[in-house]
């Protein structure tokens, strides 16, 4: 990993969007002018010294009050509501949250069951005992242009170590979970104090947002997404996810899957998922999350005979499991209904490249499962989440099935019916029970190829209503 941990303004400036960076510098050149000392810390710092491009900032202002910075900022901006019971103000029109050092002490069970109070003037090494991570604990002084690592992050960072600030970890049982993507973002593997304070923490204080918000981060912007289930298996909280518990115990056939488990075949399908983003936020996070669910339907189907270890109607069985998952991280509602057709047909495409390869297959599999570009990248990553996967390649199902998708206009979108009711009331057919009938039956026919445009669809419109007559 290579690190830079000579920061300047202008390292900083040269990685983030210029719009947003001279906001930052506004801010911080403002507060010094009034006596504060402000410093850049968290996610941008540690960002800035891995070379990433900064998206947005953590502004951590010492020795001024928390309503006077309110003051100097909203002097020029809106400033958001939420945050403030936390000592943080968030500005509404930039991705920047500006706060002061603060005193969190816990008052309840809850994710948000803390009393907050201002430090007075303290030193960072204090301020940084709250963060959660040390590879998130490193700090940059804006004025003086330096950092101050005061336990170690750098050094982790660079042995790809992810490792708690201190014991006031274990306040927050979140930190799991942002310890999930941050191991899968950043290819870390979690020392042995943090797995052991992990295991010791419920998910069950957690709102469902936080817990989405999290997942959303694992599967958008993870380079290696299995480094995060990992981590959650080692740390013991698979058992609040035991959708993906199950799979760890289900084992498959040695020759198709010699990897192992349907857990590990999952970690590495999420891997090839990850190398294959397209960079459509939408679009990729159908993906990931249909990778991480389309093989949970395999430990309840899970057979044993003298040929091996089956697994048969797995993708049928996994579509509720599926959305019991979703539901439980409070996934939205779009999301779900796009995951689950992509699990229920999962298996189909091979099947047609094996059996069958006609345009009618094809137009009914483009109407089921709603876009044959989705299913194509689906059977992509869980091919090459298999050990031996170079080996027994065959590309060309999916250049089939992609040409053939593309040619009948049916590669990123359902068939859309070529007969519609204006047809049948042109031909004097006024609106009744078997108005819908008629068209039912004409949309059967056209995606089994019995006509292919508006004029020979015409024509079977005319002899199918002498059925009706």
């Known amino acids: 990993m290579a690190l830079d941990a000579r920061l300047t303004i202008q390292k900083f400036k040269g990685l983030a969007e210029r719009r947003v960076f001279d ?20 996610g941008c710092v540690r960002d800035a010294i891995l070379g990433a491009a900064l998206t947005d900032f953590d502004v951590e202002v010492f020795s001024m009050p928390f309503g006077e910075v309110e003051k100097i900022l909203s002097k020029k901006f809106t400033i958001e509501k939420t945050g ?6 968030k500005l509404r029109e930039f991705p920047i ?24 003037e303290c030193n960072v090494k204090i301020a940084a005992e709250r963060r959660d991570f040390t590879i998130n604990a490193t700090y940059f002084d804006v004025k003086g242009e330096k950092i101050i690592d005061a336990f ?43 797995i052991a304070l992990c295991r010791g923490l419920s998910i069950r204080s957690i709102s469902s947002e936080r817990i989405f918000f999290e997942w959303k981060k694992l599967i958008l912007q993870a380079e290696t997404p299995s480094l995060g289930l990992k981590f959650l298996e080692d740390s013991g909280w698979l058992k609040f996810f035991p959708e993906i518990g199950a799979l760890a115990q289900c084992m498959q056939d040695s020759d198709a899957h010699p990897e192992g488990s349907v857990f590990v075949h999952t970690c590495m399908a999420l ?29 309840y189907v899970t057979t044993h005979d003298s040929r091996g270890i089956h697994h048969y109607d797995h993708d049928k069985a996994g579509v509720e499991p599926a959305t019991q998952f979703l539901q439980s991280i409070n996934a939205p509602k779009y999301l779900i209904e796009a995951v689950s057709p992509l699990i229920l047909w999962h298996m189909v495409p091979r099947f047609l490249y094996g059996k069958s390869r006609s345009d009618g297959d094809v137009l009914r599999l483009a109407n089921r499962v709603g876009r044959i570009d989705r299913l194509l990248r689906l059977c992509f990553a869980d091919f090459a989440g298999r050990a031996n996967w170079r080996e027994r390649y065959d590309p ?31 031909f004097g057919v006024a609106p009744s029970e078997k108005f819908s009938r008629i068209l039912d039956e004409c949309f059967e026919a056209q995606l089994n190829c019995e006509f292919v ?12 209503m002498r059925c009706y007559d």
């Open 453 to 464: 445009d508006l004029s020979s669809g015409l024509a079977y419109l005319q002899k199918a």
């Open 23 to 42: 906001v930052v510098l506004w801010i911080c050149n403002e507060l010094i002018g009034a006596g504060a000392r402000p410093y850049l810390v968290g």
């Open 97 to 120: 949250d500006v706060s002061v050092p603060r005193l969190e002490v816990k008052s309840g069970s809850g994710h948000r069951d803390f009393s907050v109070d201002q430090l007075g």
């Open 271 to 299: 891997d090839a998922f990850a190398k294959a983003r397209i960079g459509d936020e939408l679009e990729d996070l159908i993906l990931g999350f249909a990778t991480l669910c389309h093989d949970f339907g395999k430990p």
């Open 152 to 194: 170690d992050g750098i050094g982790d960072m660079a042995s790809r170590t992810l490792r708690h600030v201190g014991e006031k970890f274990s306040e927050d049982p979140l930190r799991v979970l942002r310890g999930m993507q941050l191991a899968g973002r950043f290819n870390l593997v979690a020392d042995r104090e943090t």
């Open 396 to 426: 060309g199902m999916e250049e089939w099935l992609g040409s053939t998708a593309r040619r009948l206009g049916v590669f990123s979108s359902k068939p859309a019916p070529l007969i519609q009711g204006r047809h049948l009331v042109e």
């Open 84 to 89: 403030k019971a936390f000592c943080v103000l």
